[in-house]
């Protein structure tokens, strides 16, 4: 029954975020080093294409030693 009433709240958190036009942000990992850096470039560029949305600037996770950005969906 728990897990009913969660997963009824999230889709009902879903549907008025997407009702509302608040876009959702997932995060995205490319990697550490120059290569790393590179691939979360080329991640950010190809979902700006299938979004339509500008992506943010990839960013540095010391703690986790990878590159990310933010996805908006």
Not at 46 to 71: I, K, L, N, R, S
């Amino acid at each position: 029954m728990v897990a009913r009433i969660v997963t009824l709240g999230a889709l009902t958190t879903a549907l008025i975020a997407g009702s509302v036009g608040i876009a959702s942000a997932e995060r995205i990992e490319g990697g550490g080093g120059d290569e790393g850096f590179k691939i979360c470039v080329a991640k950010a560029y190809v979902v700006q294409q299938e979004t339509g949305y500008a992506q943010p600037p990839c960013q540095w996770d010391d703690a986790a030693g990878t590159w990310y950005f933010d996805a908006v969906r």
